[in-house]
């Protein structure tokens, strides 16, 4: 396809797909995430998002919905996010960039009254901020300019200004200016801030513990992305920066809580293959004594805590395909469910935010239902505060068919789920495999499932599975670790059986069949198309394609050698075995490729050497390089064109009319 | 910090409004000086009528100012620069809900003003032109034919703004060949709305160039953009409001025409002929509001003083409106609540920008204050401000202030400053005033100097033949009124005669090149800003039309422009003169700098010309600030110690 599109049929209908979508929309809050629910458990506080015209990634800003709807209380300029309600409710803090773009700050919305005052500047951007118990101090996670993101957050670096020096001037790795990542602290009453965690700690991710220390997921000596995969447990003394590991897991952590009077530590733990992505085992942790006592939690991988005294504990996660929220009393051991729903709530993982009584306010959707903003009383009833149900949306859901959960058996017996999104009628139809990253992620039940790709296909015809195969999460760490040392092994016949499922229950035409996914959902559609000819057509997004060279030039090298479980320096083994390049004699499907220049995570040299490998052999391929991307297509227009794009590569090499029902 | 460092970095206060109910006080802050390439920053800042600890409303990052309460006191709008410094649009803070506030325009070339309509359902707005594209092919400009009109638009306010969407119904009021808003850098003239929300009276002129503004039209426009005049005034700040009763306008305007400014009339608003308030009364009026009875408020100045007053339209005496305070001081802006009776206010004195106070109108009760901007001026020195008065040449009273050094010793005899104020029907009142570096007097009274602020006649606040006592002859009456009271600060044994110094700024300048050029009494000079020639200078300046009233039309009358130019005696000229412009002034050009300094260099006499870049007929940025007022000390020290 030519480089310039936009003057095509193609890229025009596929326009005014996004326009019917996302138009009537325009000016209001039509994403939601991040809630923070005030202490009297009435308003929830939400980083919501605005478009307002078919470019970029919209803006964000702070949103309140109290039963009277739902109110965007900041105004910008730049981006808001991270509303985070004081103890007594009073204060709303939240990070912006309106100062300086790209570069987040603290900022304080008081008393309902006015505008936010500005905190002052700290040395790099504010990631996330919480108020410590007693509402005297806030925390703030700041990572230093040119810090990497995790891929999760889109990878590149935080700040991609060229304004730091002349054009000329070298990137220098391994130097003396890699960005850290600390911990500070503003004081509410002095309007000051410091940094509190001491140099050569690199801090992923920090909590209050009691009103004087706090608990951080942090690294020594190295700041880099691949050293999060072996960070520990540490407890830091706000007033004298002392830092003391608690806590050396096994696999990696995440969301670490400390008890507001000090004296313990929920964290989760949990194999993972990003930062920021973390659903597994809760762990309880004595920051006195080390001892650490595994928390029972019914089967839910755990993506969130929230403590709401020091006896109760609110923690929401992921079970099966479905979204559980409940209070973990730590004085029993026992878990009292709020909530367990097949909706879904949160972007990557479930996410829920607690008052003291026990409320629980999330961001309930479906794939046919945007979200709304629902409060879960301590007895499980429901209140919808408000639903971001907007013409576009219904527009939406109105051509995005049904999604319905669907599982199949695997050939080593093992039982596979997923969620299939179908067009109405009796089938067969074209169908599109939509693999997940991670590998250790989930699908849901989510509204569009997430992405722009399963309406787009549904609408055009097409039925869409999303499979959970073994080394996701959801089915508890066995189920996880099922992919370690293995990727491309069992979970490749995992998605192959549910496929098989589908063509035997007539509902996939095998001779149209079709393999999507980004990240390592991109490794798995390079890898399927070399271990199965029936693929008529493949798009790997940001995929690995040959984990020798993934090892030593993406920025989370540690990854590969955790999930491969082998040497990337020794001849043969998995490293060869499993990467897609080396086995592209084997290939016959026509395969375009996707990836972002500013992609660190999976470096846009990992497709390149895939579409070099088919190009080698004879096999149709084309190379798709967005040079403003990172890890994943996100920003409008690019999203129309990527979707135009493999629209197109579906449709035409699964011979699919155009034109559909759009 | 020194004091002028601590100077520069002072908190002022600019504009105040009182909420309709009249408990809560609404006031912007900004800073005296600005920074280098950007905008200047203002704060809304809002406090309790009751008193209370002050909070910001806005966050004030960047240029916050304009706040308008609705009519049910609910809502609050505003101007900011936020999202593009330099380029103000309205925006809408919701004081039910809390929040930030939400942006309701979007004009290419910004919002200069806002009043809400009585009903609080609309806002009308003053609309700056946009600036063209900058073009590739030509990037030449055509003189008087590039300049935007300002225009009125109203705007239907939304009522529930944070639901997001499209920005409100807006739409263009006034004709497009007229500008509204006189001369824009003056701050923009105001408008207002008719009781029943029908129509608003604003003024009307050719262009916003400054010679365009006298005299210019008043006129009522409907809201389908019906226009009626009411004939024409001659201001620099009209401030055309309707009365409660609808039937009448009232504006600030001379009397006639320049220099007999600073006058209260009354128009009726279906057309007919001006009423002169409060004739002949020896003051000059400046900001004023009506009051529910038909009675108005204003801003008084008598002498060196401004207080509010009440002028009764049908004719009785001119009243003092709040308990008077004990210190002499200075009221720059007030606004009042809707029955009345409570008024907020800005007042400066000698030790004060100003603050925000409230006090209830006809009580006894002394005003409250409720700000405290500037407690750092607590530390600081200042000299003893003291009232002169003297008599003139021709028996004509004058006063002025006399700054007395910190420290001073009665008996002891100190080095004098004259300094001139601009205008020249401007005056020097009991204030510290906004931008430190046009005035030196405290300064320069902590290094050792008494100075001399004369009001001589030309100068506001002594009614309309004070000001006028300069036609055709300015520069030489009141050469002598200032020469007058410099003796009379020799006689009352404070200045040297020895050792004398003299500077002003604008007028001021002028009034510095006209007394070098006449005497050589004075040991150094400071010219700032000031006209050396006025035949170049009508035919250079952006303000020709002012001075036609003092000089008669220059292609008519060149003798007299000439006759009354320092520029034709500078080889009488000895003293050392230090010369300072605003590289970018349109209002006295520096090529006036240049003719004075080519002037008295091809005299022999010792002189400097400093031009400061991208500062107009104000220098504003605080570096510029700085280094003018060190060069000014430098300059009288070095020539005094000379001797």
Redesign the interface.
């Given at each position: 396809m030519d480089r310039d599109i936009r003057d095509s049929d193609a890229y025009r209908g596929v326009e005014d797909f996004y326009r019917r979508w996302l138009e009537p929309g325009?000016?209001?809050?039509t994403g939601v995430a991040d809630p923070s629910l005030r202490p009297d458990g009435r308003a929830v506080a939400v980083t919501g998002t605005?478009l307002e015209k078919l470019e970029g990634l919209g803006s964000t800003r702070i949103a309140?919905a109290d039963g009277d709807?739902l109110?965007?209380?900041?105004?910008?300029?730049g981006n808001d996010r991270c509303p985070r309600w004081s103890p007594d409710g009073s204060t709303l803090a939240f990070l912006s960039d309106?100062?300086d773009e790209g570069v987040f700050g603290l900022?304080l919305?008081?008393?309902?009254?006015?505008?936010?005052?500005?905190a002052p500047r700290v040395d790099g951007t504010v990631e996330y901020c919480a108020w410590s118990p007693d509402g005297e101090r806030i925390l703030l996670g700041v990572a230093g300019l040119g810090a990497d993101l995790a891929g999760g957050q889109g990878s590149g670096t935080n700040s991609g200004r060229s304004d730091d020096g002349p054009g000329w001037l070298p990137a220098v790795e391994g130097g003396e200016e890699s960005a850290w990542r600390s911990a500070w602290v503003y004081d509410v009453a002095a309007g000051t801030v410091r940094r509190v965690s001491p140099d050569g700690l690199n801090v992923w991710e920090a909590a209050w513990l009691g009103p004087d220390r706090v608990v951080a997921v942090a690294s020594e000596g190295d700041p880099g992305e691949g050293a999060w995969y072996t960070a520990a447990l540490v407890a830091v003394d706000v007033t004298s920066g002392g830092a003391e590991a608690v806590y050396k897991p096994q696999s990696q952590l995440g969301w670490p809580a400390g008890s507001p009077g000090g004296r313990r530590i929920a964290v989760v733990e949990a194999l993972s293959s990003d930062r920021w992505i973390v659903a597994g085992d809760l762990r309880l942790v004595d920051p006195a004594s080390g001892v650490v006592v595994a928390a029972d939690t019914g089967g839910v991988d755990v993506t969130g805590l929230q403590w709401l005294d020091d006896r109760r504990l609110g923690y929401v996660g992921v079970r099966g395909l479905d979204t559980v929220a409940g209070v973990y009393d730590v004085s029993t051991g026992t878990c009292a469910e709020l909530l367990a729903t097949d909706a879904s709530s949160g972007a990557r993982y479930p996410d829920a935010a607690f008052a003291p009584d026990g409320t629980a306010a999330l961001l309930l959707e479906r794939y046919d239902r945007p979200p709304a903003v629902t409060l879960v009383a301590p007895g499980g009833a429901t209140t919808e505060l408000v639903a971001l149900t907007d013409p576009g949306a219904r527009w939406l859901a109105s051509v995005a068919g049904t999604a319905a959960p669907v599982s199949w058996t695997a050939p080593d017996g093992l039982r596979i789920e997923g969620v299939l999104c179908r067009p109405a009628g009796d089938g067969p139809f074209p169908l599109v495999v939509l693999v997940h990253g991670g590998p250790v992620s989930a699908y849901r039940n989510r509204w569009r499932m997430g992405h722009d790709y399963t309406p787009l296909l549904v609408s055009r015809g097409f039925a869409v599975l999303h499979p959970n195969p073994r080394g996701s999460s959801g089915r508890g760490q066995e189920f996880a670790g099922a992919v370690y040392g293995d990727m491309g092994g069992a979970d490749t016949h995992d998605i192959l059986s549910g496929i098989d499922d589908l063509v035997a229950r007539g509902i996939a035409d095998p001779a149209r069949l079709g393999v999507t996914g980004g990240s390592y959902g991109g490794f798995m559609s390079c890898w399927l198309v070399t271990q199965d000819r029936r693929f008529a057509a493949a798009v790997p997004v940001a995929p690995v394609t040959d984990w020798y060279s993934q090892h030593l030039t993406s920025n989370i090298g540690h990854f590969d050698a955790l999930f491969l479980d082998d040497d990337p320096y020794a001849a043969g083994g998995r490293y060869h075995g499993r990467s897609p390049v080396m086995h592209a004699r084997a290939v016959r499907t026509p395969t375009l490729l996707v990836a972002g220049a500013r992609d660190r995570c999976t470096p846009p040299t990992q497709a390149a050497e895939f579409h070099t490998a088919l190009r080698d052999h004879g096999v149709e391929t084309e190379l798709v390089v967005y040079p403003e991307e990172g890890h994943g297509v996100r920003r409008l227009p690019a999203r129309i064109d990527v979707a135009t794009r493999m629209l197109g590569w579906f449709e035409r090499h699964l011979s699919v009319q155009s034109g559909g029902t759009a | 910090m020194n004091d002028i460092e601590a100077a520069l970095a002072a908190t002022v206060v600019a504009d105040v409004q009182v909420s309709p109910d009249g408990e809560r006080v609404l006031y912007v802050t900004s800073s005296v000086a600005t920074e280098k390439d950007t905008p200047p920053a203002g704060t809304?800042g809002?406090v309790d009528a009751a008193g209370g600890t002050p909070?910001?409303?806005?966050?004030?990052?960047a240029g916050d100012r304009w706040p308008r309460w609705s009519p049910d006191g609910r809502r609050v709008a505003f101007l900011s620069d936020?999202?593009k410094r330099g380029s103000a649009q309205a925006?809408l803070?919701d004081?039910r809900?809390?929040?930030?506030?939400?942006?309701l325009t979007g004009h290419d070339g910004g919002v200069l003003a806002l009043e809400w309509s009585p009903d609080g359902a609309r806002l009308a707005l003053l609309v700056a032109a946009a600036g063209d594209e900058p073009r590739e092919d030509h990037d030449e400009t055509v003189a008087g034919e590039d300049v935007g009109k300002a225009s009125l638009w109203l705007l239907t306010v939304p009522d529930d703004a944070?639901?997001?969407?499209?920005l409100p119904d807006q739409h263009r009021l006034s004709p497009a060949d007229r500008h509204v808003g006189g001369i824009l850098d003056y701050g923009p003239a105001t408008f207002g709305w008719a009781p029943s929300g029908d129509a608003l009276v604003a003024t009307f002129t050719a262009s916003p160039v400054f010679t365009d503004q006298l005299p210019a039209e008043l006129v009522t426009i409907d809201l389908q953009g019906g226009v009626r005049g009411l004939g024409t005034v001659e201001t620099f700040s009209a401030m055309p409001r309707f009365g409660p009763d609808g039937a009448t306008v009232a504006v600030n305007a001379a009397d006639g025409a320049l220099p007999a400014l600073f006058t209260l009339q009354t128009v009726p608003a279906g057309g007919g002929s001006a009423q002169l308030l409060a004739p002949g009364h020896p003051g000059s009026f400046f900001g004023f509001s009506w009051l529910p009875g038909g009675e108005i408020l204003a801003i008084l100045q008598e002498g060196q003083q401004q207080r509010l007053a009440v002028v009764d339209p049908a004719g009785g005496p001119v009243r003092d409106a709040i308990a008077p305070f004990d210190r002499p001081g200075c009221v720059t802006a007030f606004s009042v609540s809707a029955d009345g009776r409570r008024v907020a206010f800005v007042r400066a004195d000698d030790t004060s920008y100003g603050e925000v106070y409230v006090a209830d109108l006809g009580s006894d009760t002394p005003a409250r204050r409720l700000t405290d901007l500037n407690p750092w001026t607590r530390e600081q020195d200042y000299g003893e401000v003291r009232e002169l008065s003297w008599t003139s040449f021709d028996g004509l009273e004058l006063q002025g202030l006399l700054v007395l050094p910190v420290g001073y010793q009665k008996g002891r005899r100190y080095p004098l400053l004259l300094q001139i104020h601009g205008g020249p029907m401007g005056a020097w009142l009991h204030e510290l005033r906004r931008y430190p570096c046009l005035d030196w007097s405290q300064f320069l009274a902590r290094r050792g100097y008494a100075v001399l602020l004369p009001n001589p006649r030309g100068s506001s606040g002594r009614g309309t033949a004070f000001l006028s006592g300069i036609a055709g002859n300015y520069g030489e009456p009141d050469f002598e009124d200032l020469m007058s009271g410099v003796d009379a600060a020799v006689d009352l044994g404070v200045a040297d005669p020895e050792r004398l110094v003299v500077g002003g700024w604008s007028g001021g300048g002028y009034l510095t090149n006209w007394t070098i050029t006449h005497t050589d009494r004075f040991k150094a000079a400071v010219s700032g800003a000031g006209i050396a020639n006025w035949v170049s200078f009508q035919g250079t300046a952006d303000c020709r039309s002012a001075f036609d009233r003092y000089f008669g039309v220059v292609d008519e009358d060149p003798e007299t422009h000439w006759l009354h130019s320092p520029i034709r005696y500078v080889k009488a000229a000895t003293t050392p003169t230090l010369i300072l412009y605003g590289e970018q002034d349109a209002r006295v050009p520096p090529s006036q700098g240049h003719e004075l300094h080519q002037g008295l260099r091809a005299r022999g006499v010792e002189t400097r010309l400093v031009l400061y870049p991208r500062e107009a007929h104000a220098v504003v940025e605080r570096d510029h600030q700085a280094d003018l007022l060190y060069r000014v000390i430098d300059w009288f020290d070095t020539h005094l110690s000379g001797q």
């Open positions: 325009f000016g209001r809050v605005i309140v709807g109110r965007v209380l900041t105004g910008g300029p309106r100062a900022y919305l008081r008393d309902g009254l006015g505008e936010a005052i500005a | 809304l809002l909070r910001r409303l806005t966050s004030g990052s936020r999202e925006y803070l004081l809900h809390g929040g930030e506030a939400v942006r944070a639901a997001g969407g499209a």
